[in-house]
Every structure is written in structure tokens, then in C-alpha cells.
């Protein structure tokens, strides 16, 4: 069973910065895909990134594309999902998610996961 927490949420104006993290203490993400998701109240789970278990591809929903960044660092078992520029309509609960497979242009389907975190707040509001 992979436990997966995620961190680094909070409440950020406008235009502002925000870092995730997913990580998990009792075993390693290295062999896993990890994708990103989100929901706000009333709307439906969004995939907002994924990245292969190498870090070598990614992809990106188009609402977020240029202003979201996923990176890992297998050595810190550690993957991130830098976010800049942030607005409004991206306030909502952020969830990683692990699969030991790439699913290319396919990866930020939720129902491809195996294992979810329990999601970090992100509030975009000046």
C-alpha cells in the first residue's frame, strides 16, 4: 500500500506562487507515475499534470499549461507541481495520485490511479 501525502497549500493572491509537494515516507514513488488533480466545490475532478516515473514526460491540461510545472526528484522521493501565476479558478483541493504506468496523452485520467493522497487546499484570493 503507497501512502501518499501532499503539502505546500495555502492561501495566495492573485499572480502569486505556490509549490506542491507528494511524497511518501514507506516506500518510493521511483517506479510510479504521479498525476495531479483538482477540485473546487461543485465541479468535477480535473487532471491538472502528470509526470512519468523518470520525470522525462509530462502533460498538461490546457487551463494550466505555462503556468504549472511538475518536477520530481527521485533521490528526495519527492514530486512537485510548481504553480505560478495563479488565479482565481484555481482555488481547489490539489490531490496527487501514483500508477506504476504511462498512459502518454491519457495520464491525467483519475480513474488510471492506483493510490490518492489526501488532498493539500490551495485558496487563490487577494
Known amino acids: 500500500q503507497l501512502q501518499l501525502v501532499e503539502s505546500g497549500g495555502g492561501l495566495v493572491q492573485p499572480g502569486g506562487s505556490l509549490r506542491l509537494s507528494c511524497a511518501t515516507s514507506?516506500?518510493?514513488?521511483?517506479?510510479?507515475?504521479i498525476g495531479w488533480f483538482r477540485q473546487a466545490p461543485g465541479k468535477e475532478r480535473e487532471g491538472v499534470s502528470c509526470?512519468?516515473?523518470?520525470?522525462?514526460?509530462?502533460n498538461y491540461a490546457s487551463s494550466v499549461k505555462g503556468r504549472f510545472t511538475a518536477a520530481r526528484d527521485n533521490a528526495e522521493n519527492t514530486v512537485y507541481l510548481q504553480m505560478n501565476s495563479l488565479k482565481p479558478e484555481d482555488t481547489a483541493t490539489y490531490y496527487c495520485?501514483?500508477?506504476?504506468?504511462?498512459?502518454?496523452?491519457?495520464?491525467?485520467?483519475?480513474?488510471?490511479?492506483?493510490?490518492w493522497g489526501q488532498g493539500t487546499q490551495v485558496t487563490v484570493s487577494s
Open positions: 514507506r516506500s518510493t514513488l521511483n517506479y510510479y507515475a
Open positions: 509526470i512519468s516515473s523518470s520525470g522525462g514526460s509530462t
Open positions: 495520485a501514483a500508477v506504476r504506468s504511462w498512459f502518454g496523452a491519457m495520464c491525467r485520467i483519475g480513474d488510471s490511479y492506483t493510490y
